[in-house]
Every structure is written in structure tokens, then in C-alpha cells.
């Protein structure tokens, strides 16, 4: 099974930026991974944020991840 990469998030989450004006924490990004239908490896690595944390942008979620690869190349 390959790495989980910033591409497959984007995807699995990209709906919990757009459906309210209210910060985005990770129990929003879990559940709109799991109604994406991203895999499993997605969903757990979404699980692992600390739940007290809150994202205006997607973008501010590397932080939390930053040696996640982009895409399944860059995962080699």
C-alpha cells in the first residue's frame, strides 16, 4: 500500500472547507473523508490530528504533515 500523499487529502477533504464559515477542525475532515469514500490509510492519518485544532485554509493542515509527499510520484 502506497503513502498517504497531500493529493488524496485534498480530495478526501476538500468539502469540509466549503460548507461552513467556521473553522474546519478534524473530526469535519474525518467525516468528509469517509463520505468522499477516500481509503482507509486517509481516514486514520486525518484521526491522528489532535481534536483541539481548527483550519481556515486546507493548506494550513501541512503544517501537521509536512513530510507528507505530494503525489504518489513524489511517495516514490
Request: proline letters at 7%; a negative charge.
Amino acid at each position: 500500500m502506497h503513502a498517504v500523499t497531500r493529493v488524496e487529502v485534498v480530495e478526501a477533504v476538500k468539502t469540509a472547507f466549503t460548507l461552513t464559515a467556521q473553522p474546519t477542525v478534524p473530526r469535519d475532515l474525518v467525516q468528509a473523508a469517509t463520505a468522499s469514500g477516500a481509503r482507509p490509510a486517509v481516514v486514520t492519518v486525518l484521526a491522528g490530528l489532535d481534536e483541539d485544532l481548527q483550519f481556515r485554509r486546507l493548506r494550513e493542515l501541512w503544517e501537521y504533515f509536512p513530510h507528507m509527499p505530494v503525489n504518489a510520484i513524489d511517495a516514490g
